[in-house]
């Protein structure tokens, strides 16, 4: 049986997938839309940062340059970074760029074979059907489409680029009525730096919008135009925003988010009946570490005069990755009325700009941006030709997408989904899922029933439930208990979770990939 590999993206996971895959032997073949590695990070703004600092996002066998200072590196010098790593360990050959996966389709089992089967695939384990993919290729350059087929397809196209979330209006008092421009952050982020100066010189924007587009684009914004003709943001929900320069009561970001004493507050899915006791007898300490860290962004940063205090908790933001990092002096942009922060639930267009919900004057603007986010689900969706294969793994409005692990879908075989479940830190994350994966492409283990991977899927469900603010479970993070999601990846491969030395350093300092570094044993299994 052929054991062909085909990997769908060359951003982080897209690298990592290719690296971990061709180090057991196999030779995956990429298909990348752009003309160079990076994903997402060849579409953002001259402005945007890393969301952690550089020590919690850099891949455990390739370390950033010591020419890279920043704590928070910048787009420029996170691309160059991905660009380096891929050229170290000779990723590019396996890469066709300017070849966008436009859908792939599954062939040689049947529907009513699939359904009966009790294992994934048949068997468990990665290439155990008969079955194979076809993918059909969009290869821009040449203007022509082409067919591939391979028995394994990796999934790394990213849940926040292609499909964008566009607010509807009745008719009348939507962009129609506008006298000026209207684009969504995408199209913005896409053009070249010179192109986006030029384009907001001189302008009123109004900026709609929460998330970390939103806040980049009104600080570039405000640095083109200043106080003069200073930059609207509008914003229906209010997010917890950390200085970059962020250490609640004097602790790390790594302490609070990576270490293993902050999830013994929470319960974790599966989690044993001691642990479980553990993390309702600590309940309490939970919500003064809230407290206490809401306490201390209310006194760093000026929220409550300009009333961006969020509703919910900041561990709940956290825990459904909604929490983020502002630009450097950011607030100051506020102060000196660069920027301008309002809180509105409605809104609706007039010719001059915008009208907001409770106001009686309109925002004036010349152009009006989207930060409004992506349509992840659904772009994920439409890759598969098989309307099957869509209902399965779009789920439903009230639970999130189906995948064990985070990764793979229960009736879906030989296909697995790297990044559409996120964290604090997705290097971390995506490595720790590719270098599982490549063991399980080696067939060092396998999968267990349909049924026991089903319930495993509604536990974390639960959790996300339960933990994620703003309702927002459908983004499948696990921000909340990264070490306890990498325990159980440690145990499918057969490795001890456990990988400090010394009960109170496993309990106290921040897990981080150097930790996991020795998971990875290069080898071969392909008889």
């Known amino acids: 049986m052929e054991k062909r590999v085909a990997i769908i993206g060359a951003g982080i996971s897209g690298l990592l997938a290719c690296k971990y895959a061709a180090s057991r032997g196999f030779n995956p073949v990429v298909f990348e839309a752009d003309e160079q590695v990076g994903g997402l990070w060849n579409h953002t703004i001259e402005s945007t940062r890393l969301q952690n600092t550089k020590d919690f996002f850099q891949f455990s066998d390739f370390p950033w340059p010591s020419s890279v200072q920043d704590a928070l590196p910048t787009n420029a010098q996170l691309l160059e970074y991905l660009q380096s790593y891929a050229r170290h360990f000779e990723l590019l050959p396996y890469i066709k760029f300017n070849s966008k996966v436009v859908s792939v389709s599954y062939v040689g089992e049947c529907e009513e074979e699939m359904q009966s089967w ?81 384009f907001i010189k001189g302008k009123r924007i109004a900026i709609i919008g929460s998330g970390k587009s939103a806040i980049d684009i009104a600080f570039e914004c405000a640095k083109a135009n200043g106080n003069d003709i200073p930059c609207t943001v509008i914003q229906r929900t209010i997010h917890w925003m950390l200085p970059h320069d962020a250490q609640p009561l004097g602790l790390s970001f790594g302490f609070l988010c990576f270490s293993r004493f902050a999830e013994l507050l929470v319960h974790k899915p599966g989690e044993g009946f001691l642990s479980s006791i553990l993390a309702t007898s600590l309940s309490p300490l939970q919500w003064w570490v809230s407290k206490l860290i809401e306490s201390y962004l209310r006194w760093k940063l000026p929220l409550k005069k300009y009333n961006m205090i969020p509703k919910e908790d900041v561990l709940q933001e956290k825990s459904s990755c909604q929490i983020l990092f502002l630009p450097p002096n950011f607030y100051d942009k506020v102060e000196d009325g660069s920027i301008i922060l309002k809180k509105s639930q409605c809104f609706s267009f007039c010719k001059e700009g915008l009208i907001l919900e409770g106001e009686d004057d309109p925002v004036n603007a010349d152009i009006v941006i989207y930060a409004t986010g992506y349509k992840g689900d659904e772009k994920l969706k439409n890759i598969f030709s ?45 490595e720790m899922r590719c270098k599982w994966l490549g063991y399980f492409l080696d067939e060092a283990f396998k999968l267990p029933s349909i049924k026991e991977m089903e319930e495993d899927i509604k536990m974390w469900e639960k959790y996300m439930k339960k933990y994620s603010g703003n309702g927002k479970f459908r983004r499948a993070c696990i921000g909340g208990v990264p070490i306890w999601y990498n325990d159980q990846l440690c145990k499918d491969i057969g490795w001890n979770p456990r990988r400090k030395k010394g009960f109170f350093t496993d309990l106290f300092e921040p897990y981080g990939l150097a930790d996991y570094k020795e998971l990875w044993v290069p080898g071969s299994n392909l008889s």
Not at 392 to 419: E, K
């Open 118 to 198: 009790e294992l994934w695939g048949g068997s468990g384990k990665a290439f155990g059907s008969k079955g194979k993919w076809n993918l059909k290729v969009l290869h821009t350059k040449e203007e022509c489409f082409k067919e591939y087929a391979a028995e394994f397809v990796v999934i790394c196209i990213g849940r926040f680029s292609g499909l964008p979330e566009i607010p509807s209006f009745p008719p009348g008092f939507g962009p129609e009525v506008f006298s000026g421009k209207v684009l969504h952050s995408m199209d913005y982020s896409a053009m070249d730096n010179a192109s986006a100066a030029k």
């Open 386 to 430: 098989s309307p099957t294969f869509q209902n399965c793994i779009a789920g439903s409005p009230t639970s999130a997408i189906p995948l064990y692990r985070q990764m793979i879908h229960p009736r879906i075989p030989q296909l697995v989904v790297i990044s559409y479940s996120e964290s604090l830190s997705n290097l971390y994350t995506f």
